[in-house]
């Protein structure tokens, strides 16, 4: 973490303590000195010239960063006079320059010792020590103690109050961890350089990281992407590949995210020729075993900033990500963008001060169910460091005040990032305070309840030409019945056929697949009602060739029970048979209504054929032609599953187009 205490103070030069009023704004930027100030701009606690020469010395070292040779020279200034308090404070500025929090704390409580109220901010620097060794409750106690002074200045006084809530935070996390029993995968993804995971896919088979290598000077390396898949969920992975050209460059490459329906990869490359900004986000997509060039996603969601960390809604069309562009409300903040119907990206969106803050916002990951946000942050109260963090939408479609993730999920530490399961039972963190082969590792564990999302399950499976039995690349569209809005578009692989749409839970669904020159296939799941136990979808679909005779069930078009009024529900599929027969206006077809066998065949007959009749003139008035349709009733003449159990009886009530006729053209 790019701590606001810790910050190297080569960029700014050293500030005084006497300085602090003039300049207390600039303590979020760097961390500053109780009394590096000359010898003449002070009133010492001494009158031993001896000590006051030791003194002066020293801070001279201190101003030139040689913070040894400042500590000796202070050490001597207090030989000479054990109760020269500034000499003890700038000896504990030297510590904490050195991340010596321990001694640092000591020689403050000396100065506390001696005159606890000549200089309140010894109690804020002491506290500040303490929280770094991780002394929440003395920190507190001190933090507090500090606050009780007048006339401190707004910047340490906010800082005083943030740090105070985080010793809070951790004294009851700590009292109240939650369940965490991290799972190291092993050597066949972690290896003794840093690992960070980027997306696993949906159906928890693929799994996706950035691998940073180190150089044998021991500098940072390079950054690429790698990959691994498994059998099944709960066996090993098996051991990851380095994923090639054209995404892995001689440059960096981070901060991957694969689109819920695994077509879509879209990760942040920096310093490229067709940038925009430092880093930019790209995407490509994939076809059968291979990728296509990576595209920058344009000037409007990438900038003259740093853009990475994307993360994609299962719809494929919001965007969330990391940004330092102007605007924001911290050093870097979390925006999102959607995708338009013209396939521009929106103009970014912050999401606002419930979920970013005056400090660094970063990797967000949006659940599958669309509702749920889990991000990292520096300046949400938390254990310390960098803290992961969840947020949810409200009924009216606000983010709710962030949760963190908790105790010992997090820790002093920093925890950067967090992926989530589609069926948010699991998640993948990586980590360095863990047990792991060295550096940053991934683990998976099982997630608490309380910081769960909606588990969301997925319809997996493979698109063929019915007769020629060869993979098809069609078009995917999963509605939600309710509200006939589309959630979700995907297509299928154009080389193997094989498709993946995940589906959150708590809704009904319609789901469209099509494709030109073939009759479309529609599937409703509902999804209402059910407990953790999602079970996933493996459906294979064969589009039929338009044909003459060929049959298509409408399997989305719902009537109100022995009635024919066309419930609302079926809004979603009656527009795709009205697009479907816009773009087919050669065909002829045939409307049939079929019942099941509970009631008269007279009753039964009549209601097939009204139903019928009400889809045609549904048709009619979204403009089809009338001459284009006749419709028929069938009663429960043609059942296609058995009248025995109501799951059968449901298929068995179904509307079904028939093609009469394909007029040649002239």
Known sequence: MLSVLNLNLKNF?????????KIAGLFFLVGFSFLSANSQAQEF????????KFYEEGNKKFTLLEFDAAAEELNKAILADSRF???YLLLGDVYREQKNYPRANEVYDKVIAINPDKYPEVWFFS??????????????????????????GEARAEEARFLLACCTFAIGAVKNPVPFKPVNPGEKINSKNHEFINSVSSDELLLYFTRRDSLSNGNRGGEDFYFSNRESIGNEWNRALKMGPPINTAGDEGALTISPDGRFLLFAGCHREDGFGSCDIYAARFNGNSISEPIN????LNSAKWETQPSLSSDGRTLYFTSTRAGGFGKADIWKSTLQDNGDWSIPENPGEVINTKGSEMSPFIHPDGQTLYFSSDRHPGMGGIDLFVSRLDSAGNWMSPLNLGYPINTPADEMNVVVT??????????????????????EFEIPQNIRPIPSTYVKGIVCDNKTKKPLEAYFSLSNLLTNK????????ATSGEFLVCLPTNREYALNVSKSGYLFHSLNFSLTGLNSQITPYIIDIFLEPVGEGQI???RNIFFETGKTDIKNESRAELSKLIEFLENNPELMIEISGHTDNVGTEDFNQKLSEDRAKAVLDYLVEGKIRASRLVFKGYGFLHPIQSNETEEGRAQNRRTEIKILEIEKSN
């Open 45 to 52: 606690s001494t009158t031993s010239k001896r000590a006051i």
């Open 85 to 87: 308090i500034e000499a």
């Open 127 to 152: 506290a500040v020590s303490l929280y770094e060794i991780q002394n929440s409750q003395l920190a507190s106690r001190r933090f507090k103690k500090f606050l009780s002074f007048h006339d401190l």
């Open 422 to 443: 589609a069926a948010g039972d699991k998640a993948f963190i990586s980590s360095n305070q863990l047990s792991g082969s060295g550096g940053y590792d991934i683990f």
């Open 552 to 554: 298509m069930v409408l």
């Open 297 to 300: 996603l344009g000037p409007v």
């Open 13 to 21: 030069g050293v500030i005084r303590f006497f300085d602090f009023h």
């Open 486 to 493: 589309e959630v979700v578009r995907s297509f299928s692989d």
